[in-house]
């Protein structure tokens, strides 16, 4: 049967490798596994991305120009800029 994804997510189909990657048009987010609840729940402000030398998953903060590899957590939005 078909897998329920969180709220807002949808699905494509990547043109380029015919692989399925997940959209959230509400947070402009993407990524190639399939999100699990509560997964979208990144801090205020922070994206998630692919390095398309390594295939991992890094996370992003465009106001801040800041990334990192591990999920930022809770209340990182907290800091001063």
């Given at each position: 049967g078909a897998s329920m994804l969180p709220l807002g997510w949808k699905t494509g189909i990547d043109r380029n490798t015919g692989k399925t990657y997940y959209?959230?048009?509400?947070?402009?987010?993407?990524?190639?596994?399939?999100?699990?609840?509560?997964?979208s729940m990144?801090?205020?402000?922070?994206?998630?991305?692919?390095?398309?030398?390594?295939?991992?998953?890094?996370?992003?903060n465009p106001q801040?120009?800041?990334?990192?590899?591990?999920?930022p957590q809770e209340g990182a939005s907290m800091l001063p800029l």
């Open positions: 959209w959230n048009p509400q947070k402009q987010d993407w990524q190639l596994g399939a999100p699990q609840e509560g997964a990144l801090p205020l402000g922070w994206k998630t991305g692919i390095d398309r030398n390594t295939g991992k998953t890094y996370y992003w801040k120009q800041d990334w990192q590899l591990g999920a």
